[in-house]
């Protein structure tokens, strides 16, 4: 099942984040790829010291079964916040809906490469 803001799975997904850790997001809704890729082109061209910017984005997609997928979000600052206790709730509930929808998540990857070069005195 792909990843997808639209869908039942993707939906309860949410509502185990609002029950179990309401203080954090879902680390997969935290924000965009085009958010943050306004972001540093900003930043290039603010700061002055660039010629035009060059932007490329490689997107892929990788199927992950529960329990890797699960790790994962382990990785997620805001997880480290919560206690083991409420931790494991969490995933516990994440692990509940994920295999109901059918035990593997398809995760969209995209990585963005930014080239410019420095504008000479």
Not at 56 to 84: I, N
Not at 105 to 112: F, H, K, S
Request: glycine letters at 6%; charged letters at 20%; one cysteine or more.
């Amino acid at each position: 099942m792909p990843v997808d803001p639209d869908t039942d799975w993707s939906r309860a997904i949410d509502d185990v984040y609002r029950a179990l850790a309401p203080d954090i997001e879902n680390p997969y809704r935290a924000f965009t790829a085009e958010w943050l890729a306004g972001i540093i082109l900003a930043n290039f061209a603010d700061s002055g010291c660039f010629g035009a910017v060059n932007m490329r984005q490689y997107r892929w997609r990788e199927d992950f079964p529960v329990e890797r997928y699960l790790k994962l979000h382990q990785t997620h600052s805001g997880h480290s916040t919560l206690s083991v206790e409420r931790r494991q709730e969490l995933y516990t509930g994440l692990w509940r809906v994920l295999q109901q929808a059918g035990g593997t998540v398809t995760v969209p990857w995209q990585v963005a490469l930014f080239v410019a070069r420095p504008k000479l005195p």
